[in-house]
Antibody, heavy 117, light 110 residues
Framework: EVQLVESGGTLVQPGGSLRLSCAASGFTVSSNYMSWVRQAPGKGLEWVSVFYSGGSTYYADSVKGRFTISRDNSTNTLYLQMNSLRPEDTAVYYC???????????WGQGTLVTVSS | DIVLTQSPGTLSLSPGERVTLSCRASQSVSSSYLAWYQQKPGQAPRLLIYGASSRATGIPDRFSGSGSGTDFTLTISRLEPEDFAVYYCQRYGTSPRGYTFGQGTKLEFK
């Protein structure tokens, strides 16, 4: 059974940094396309970043230059380093992935990031 | 960038009814790159349809997807109580590379 478990979400001040983790089981992060998708309170879904199985990474314009996606193949974990956080980054962050690049077969339960003073 | 517009925003329906949800793209989208998700309150989204018309693993056959170009639809042939949720369409793009979601359609009990 595939499980994606996010962690690291918390309350952080504007301008601060945070690293989210997504631990995978029953699923190999390095062999799949892995993304972070966020959802602001009461709002829709917004894609944040993707790590291709081949190693390429891409970002939404709203986070480019501030967020960095990475993976640790030895621990089968995906990360999202978030710097220069803004109140508008407040959201539940989901880890999602699959064998195909076009859609998200599997999702974690999400972790809440709140950016506020 | 391509924008996905879903309509209507909210639908009030009863179990047993048939429903068709619309997802319209501002430019042509490859059918291979169009997906649909269901999200219930407090839960993560669940993949329903990929490649515009292929059901994901474990999805009941009352869910079907169709469309091409700029117009795509998700049809639920007979609503079950557990189908009342928010539905999102999503598109994968190659230039620039990334993903776009529609704003969602909420199915609620009449």
């Amino acid at each position: 059974e595939v499980q994606l478990v996010e962690s690291g979400g918390t309350l952080v001040q504007p301008g601060g940094s945070l690293r989210l983790s997504c631990a995978a089981s029953g699923f190999t992060v390095s062999s799949n396309y892995m993304s972070w998708v966020r959802q602001a309170p009461g709002k829709g879904l917004e894609w944040v970043s993707v790590f291709y199985s081949g190693g390429s990474t891409y970002y939404a314009d709203s986070v480019k230059g501030r967020f960095t996606i990475s993976r640790d193949n030895s621990t089968n974990t995906l990360y999202l380093q978030m710097n220069s956080l803004r109140p508008e980054d407040t959201a539940v962050y989901y880890c999602a992935g699959g064998s195909g690049r076009a859609s998200f077969d599997y999702w974690g339960q999400g972790t809440l990031v709140t950016v506020s003073s | 960038d391509i924008v996905l517009t879903q309509s209507p925003g909210t639908l009030s329906l009863s179990p047993g009814e048939r429903v068709t949800l619309s997802c319209r793209a501002s430019q042509s989208v490859s059918s291979s790159y169009l997906a649909w998700y269901q999200q219930k309150p407090g839960q993560a989204p669940r993949l329903l349809i990929y490649g515009a018309s292929s059901r994901a693993t474990g999805i009941p056959d009352r869910f079907s997807g169709s469309g091409s170009g700029t117009d795509f639809t998700l049809t639920i042939s007979r609503l079950e109580p557990e189908d009342f949720a928010v539905y999102y369409c999503q598109r994968y793009g190659t230039s620039p590379r990334g993903y776009t979601f529609g704003q969602g359609t909420k199915l609620e009990f009449k």
